[in-house]
């Protein structure tokens, strides 16, 4: 019962955190479970709730979406993101939490540092980027920092870097959940109910999410996601699951 409670709080905050910086419900959410479940099977649980999360978010900024970007830089980052989720079935626990905490470090890092909105990739880096995150995604599930990086170098405005960022994350969510139901099926429908808890948190999260943290002032929100998923990447660096 507390874990549930704790699952449900966390996937609101996660939520909320996505709707306004397009990234971080995987990287909230995924380290909580894996506390109870190990990364690999969190990482598996978690897709579900981020498919239903991003889907949520993609309708509502679905005028913005850039379709060029989309069409071309999205469909390779689906297929990467499906080559990670083959990986991801032959990768042990421990592995994917070290991964999963480096990615969270170096994503902590950038927002503290302001790294991601001064980071302009060439067209060509900018295309290797977007495998790496599809990689990621498939992977470990947490692709965010390094596909926003990626993007910067298409120069779209910010409303469709946000909306194309999402849509983008969600071809990826769909390479990827098919091959976790294939490998991880039985294990994910034990869990069940965590997986319902999160998928309705996340959608309260999306919801409410942009009018509540409006309020905040935008540097002061980065720095404080920054500073959690630093320390929960470290954490998870020093105590793999």
Avoid at 75 to 98: E, P, Q, W, Y
Avoid at 105 to 113: D, K, M, R, Y
Avoid at 161 to 178: E, H, Q, S, W
């Amino acid at each position: 019962m507390v874990f549930d409670l704790i699952v449900a709080v966390v996937a609101v905050v996660a939520g909320m955190v996505a709707s306004v910086a397009g990234f971080g419900i995987g990287s909230l959410l995924t380290p909580v479970l894996a506390f109870q479940v190990g990364t690999k099977l969190a990482v598996a649980l978690v897709a579900l709730p981020h498919v239903g999360g991003t889907a949520l978010r993609l309708w509502m900024l679905r005028a913005h979406v850039d379709r060029h970007v989309l069409l071309n830089f999205g469909i390779a980052s689906a297929v990467c993101g499906l080559v990670g989720a083959v990986l991801h079935a032959f990768a042990t626990s421990i592995v994917l939490s070290r991964i999963f905490g480096g990615l969270l470090v170096l994503a902590g890092i950038s927002s503290l540092v302001g790294l991601m909105e001064r980071l302009q990739l060439p067209r060509w880096a900018a295309w290797v980027a977007g495998g790496l995150s599809g990689i990621f995604g498939g992977l470990v599930g947490n692709q965010g920092s390094i596909r926003s990086a990626a993007l910067l170098g298409f120069h779209v405005p910010r409303d469709a870097f946000v909306a194309t960022a999402t849509a983008i994350a969600l071809l990826v969510d769909v390479g990827r959940v098919p091959v976790y139901l294939a490998t991880q099926g039985s294990a994910i429908l034990h869990y069940w109910p965590q997986v319902v808890i999160g998928l309705a948190g996340v959608a309260v999260g999306t919801l409410v999410g942009a009018r509540l943290l409006r309020r905040i002032p935008e540097k002061v929100f980065r720095r404080i996601v920054g500073l959690l998923i630093l320390a929960i990447g470290i954490y998870m660096l020093v105590h793999p699951t």
